[in-house]
């Protein structure tokens, strides 16, 4: 349903923070699905623009949202997700922000999901809620190597682990931690899950992009393995607001 592309490229750390601002923070990444298209009047664009206003109501409240509008063949299956430190007001600017973007870059795909460092945004003419979405996956991490590559390879994959465990048991499926490194550093992480997906299907979700750390960060400073289902992120700073 959709692209089958796992992405990747490269995070500059330094840069793609400081520019953020307020107002529309930058896109992580999209991808348009060429599964199925629409063409000017379909029925299926006013059930996309309905459920893209629901779901701008719907996710801020409680950072999660899920909808679907309109009747087979033209139904519009949608979700919106805030990261779980997110405030209400954040949540709908980045959620407007994202369901009117994802519309300018896939104008006529029928599918689509954007991700920025504060919500997610899909939909689809498919159901898809409730399975992991193995398709829509990319990379980031900082292009700066750790010293002790091993032992910081291992922190990183032991605090994410603990932090899926604790995503997966709590309601919002949203965990942070910190743990220490050598000297007076620390590592921080976050786990995150759609609360479509049981929490069963969070843990395993979550373990299978953690099983990725070695190809998408290994001996780097920070890095993210970012689904249309879960998603980690680990730094060498805090990077949530507490
Ligand atoms: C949808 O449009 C894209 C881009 O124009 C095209 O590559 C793709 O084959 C189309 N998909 C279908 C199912 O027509
Ligand atoms: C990190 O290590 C890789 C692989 O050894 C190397 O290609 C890259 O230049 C290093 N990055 C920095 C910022 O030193």
Not at 11 to 33: I, P
Not at 164 to 190: D, F, I, R, T, W
Request: proline residues 4%; charged residues 20%; contains cysteine.
């Amino acid at each position: 349903m959709f692209s089958s592309r796992v992405a990747s490229f490269v995070y500059l750390l330094a840069l793609a923070f400081l520019v953020q601002t307020a107002f529309g923070a930058d896109t992580l990444f999209h991808f348009c699905s060429n599964s199925a298209n629409f063409s000017a009047y379909d029925p299926y664009e006013a059930n996309l623009k309905e459920l893209t206003g629901y779901l701008s109501i719907q996710a801020p409240p409680k950072g999660f949202g899920l909808g679907s509008i309109g009747q087979k063949p033209n139904q519009a299956y949608g979700l919106a997700l805030c990261r779980g430190d997110v405030s209400t007001p954040d949540c709908k600017t980045c959620v407007v922000e994202a369901g009117s973007e994802i519309r300018k870059r896939c104008p006529y795909n029928k599918g689509a999901i954007i991700w920025y460092d504060n919500c997610l945004f899909k939909y689809s003419n498919m159901e898809f809620f409730g399975q992991i979405d193995n398709r829509n996956r990319f990379y980031m991490w900082n292009l700066n190597n750790v010293s002790e590559p091993q032992s910081f390879n291992a922190k990183t994959k032991e605090l994410l682990s603990e932090l899926a465990n604790q995503a997966y048991s709590n309601p919002k499926m949203y965990a942070v931690g910190e743990a220490e490194l050598y000297g007076s550093n620390k590592l921080y992480g976050l786990t995150q899950c759609t609360r479509d997906l049981s929490s069963t299907e969070c843990k395993k979700c979550l373990d299978g992009i953690i099983e990725e750390l070695p190809t998408c960060c290994d001996g780097k400073e920070g890095g993210r393995v970012v689904g249309g289902s879960c998603n980690f992120r680990y730094e060498i700073y805090p990077f949530v607001n507490a």
